[in-house]
């Protein structure tokens, strides 16, 4: 099978036959303002069901028309579309030290559709038209797959190289979001608790999900949050994380050591407050530990 020579961008007969689609338009996106881009592409769903040989991958008629104009996937004037929000969340998480120098970000998951930020960029600003738009289900992204995307910005960006661990949210949680800081009270963590996991309980955990999609926990609940080792690159991240997930079941995210923590729940409201409640332990954890003081009572 012929490969498209850019990074997720298929030839017609490709998408055709990997995705065993039963009609496809295959449409070059218009260049921006500046002649940039051109290069990049977007694969338009034709007005029939698609069936893909990794479930059944249905368009509603409302996604079909919309990637008419795949710009209209990001462009919206209600201030909760998730290319309006990820933009703004993306500017708090950087006033809280959260995504500063440019890693860490939000994925957002309606429906059928995930939405996702550039990679590499000053994430507090961020645009709606700088945000990608991929089919939901799809063979979970990695580095060694193709990806299949809605929309593409214009300009040359490449999404997120969280993507393959977001997915994994998406496939093992069915998580709407997924949040990824650089927080500092998250690293410290991970330095401080050497072994598979940082435990906290008796504290302010009633806003953490078990799974990070169930039930609260309670103030009698112990948190438990794996910690997996890092690597060079994000990417590299998605299998060891993948098995932190299957091994802790009940976790609502994942530390990274030396690195961060990826935080999800089953919309971007519940993910993000669970993020806050996750960092706010980790801090408190900190400071219990260097001041002595035991985080899990018996
Ligand atoms: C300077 S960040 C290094 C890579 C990283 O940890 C990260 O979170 C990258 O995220 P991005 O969305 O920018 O690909
Ligand atoms: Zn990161």
Same mark, same amino acid.
């Given at each position: 099978?012929?490969?498209?020579?850019?990074?997720?961008?298929?030839?017609?007969?490709?998408?055709?036959?990997?995705?065993?689609v039963?009609?496809?338009?295959?449409?070059?996106?218009?260049?921006?303002?500046?002649?940039?881009?051109?290069?990049?592409?977007?694969?338009?769903?034709?007005?029939?069901?698609?069936?893909?040989?990794?479930?059944?991958?249905?368009?509603?008629?409302?996604v079909?028309?919309?990637?008419?104009?795949?710009?209209?996937?990001?462009?919206?004037?209600?201030?909760?579309?998730?290319?309006?929000?990820?933009?703004?969340?993306?500017?708090?998480?950087?006033?809280?030290?959260?995504?500063?120098? *440019? +890693?860490?970000?939000? %994925? =957002?998951?309606?429906?059928n559709?995930?939405?996702?930020?550039?990679? @590499? #960029?000053?994430?507090?600003?961020?645009?709606?038209?700088?945000?990608?738009?991929?089919?939901?289900?799809?063979?979970?992204?990695?580095?060694?797959?193709?990806?299949?995307?809605?929309?593409?910005p214009?300009?040359?960006?490449?999404?997120?190289?969280?993507?393959?661990?977001f997915?994994?949210?998406?496939?093992?949680?069915?998580?709407?979001?997924?949040?990824?800081?650089?927080?500092?009270?998250?690293?410290?963590?991970?330095?401080?608790? *050497? +072994?598979?996991?940082? %435990? =906290?309980?008796?504290?302010?955990?009633?806003?953490?999900?078990?799974? @990070? #999609?169930?039930?609260?926990?309670?103030y009698?609940?112990?948190?438990?949050?794996?910690?997996?080792?890092?690597?060079?690159?994000?990417?590299?991240?998605?299998?060891?994380?993948?098995?932190?997930?299957?091994?802790?079941?009940?976790?609502?995210?994942?530390?990274?050591?030396?690195?961060?923590?990826?935080?999800?729940?089953?919309?971007?409201?519940?993910?993000?407050?669970?993020?806050?409640?996750?960092?706010?332990?980790?801090?408190i954890?900190?400071?219990?530990?260097?001041?002595g003081?035991?985080?899990?009572?018996?």
């Amino acid at each position: 099978m012929r490969r498209a020579a850019a990074k997720g961008t298929w030839s017609l007969e490709e998408a055709v036959a990997y995705n065993e689609v039963l009609s496809v338009k295959y449409r070059p996106l218009r260049d921006d303002a500046n002649g940039v881009g051109g290069q990049t592409s977007t694969l338009v769903v034709d007005r029939q069901p698609v069936m893909s040989r990794f479930g059944n991958l249905v368009f509603s008629s409302s996604v079909m028309s919309a990637t008419d104009n795949p710009d209209s996937l990001v462009i919206s004037d209600d201030p909760l579309h998730p290319a309006n929000l990820i933009p703004e969340l993306c500017r708090n998480f950087y006033q809280l030290g959260w995504v500063t120098g *440019t +890693g860490g970000g939000i %994925t =957002i998951r309606q429906g059928n559709l995930v939405y996702i930020a550039p990679s @590499g #960029v000053q994430k507090e600003r961020i645009l709606p038209e700088h945000i990608f738009v991929l089919p939901y289900p799809q063979p979970a992204p990695s580095p060694h797959t193709d990806r299949i995307f809605l929309r593409r910005p214009a300009k040359k960006l490449s999404e997120s190289s969280c993507t393959p661990l977001f997915w994994n949210t998406f496939d093992m949680r069915d998580a709407g979001s997924c949040i990824h800081t650089h927080s500092q009270n998250a690293v410290m963590a991970t330095l401080l608790w *050497t +072994g598979p996991t940082f %435990t =906290i309980s008796h504290q302010m955990i009633k806003g953490v999900r078990i799974g @990070g #999609v169930g039930r609260a926990l309670s103030y009698l609940d112990t948190l438990e949050v794996p910690i997996i080792d890092n690597t060079p690159f994000e990417v590299d991240l998605k299998e060891s994380m993948a098995e932190a997930m299957a091994k802790y079941p009940e976790a609502a995210g994942v530390l990274v050591r030396r690195h961060g923590v990826y935080v999800w729940g089953s919309d971007w409201e519940k993910a993000k407050a669970q993020a806050e409640c996750l960092d706010y332990l980790f801090e408190i954890a900190v400071k219990m530990k260097q001041a002595g003081l035991e985080t899990v009572l018996n």
